[in-house]
Nanobody, 119 residues
């Protein structure tokens, strides 16, 4: 069993910063990639950033958000700067994991952490 636990969300004023963290734990053999998605009320879930050997970002966050990963801790981070009200959403961590004893990679999701950008 694999668990993803996010932390770091909260309320911040426009122009402010937040750092999200997501730690993967459990019977992990290997993690292929990790990433962050978000879902605002009434909208579909969208990719924010993903990290494998490289990184990719949604156009709306390029230059403001930075994704990084600590492989030794099975943890992914999302540094969010110059936050805007339209960044308000529930942010989900995602990981493609090969669990111990498994023969294929599977997608795992965290429960989400709320980010609210408002004055």
């Amino acid at each position: 069993q694999v668990q993803l636990v996010e932390s770091g969300g909260g309320l911040v004023q426009p122009g402010g910063s937040l750092r999200l963290s997501c730690a993967a734990s459990g019977s992990i053999f290997s993690i292929a990639n990790m990433g962050w998605y978000r879902q605002a009320p009434g909208k579909e879930r969208e990719l924010v950033a993903r990290i494998t050997s490289g990184t990719n970002y949604a156009d709306s966050v390029k230059g403001r958000f930075t994704i990084s990963r600590d492989n030794a801790k099975n943890t992914v981070y999302l540094q969010m700067n110059r936050l805007k009200p339209e960044d308000t959403a529930l942010y989900y961590c995602n990981a493609l994991v090969l669990a111990s004893g498994s023969s294929r990679y599977s997608d795992y999701w965290g429960q989400g952490t709320q980010v609210t950008v408002s004055s």
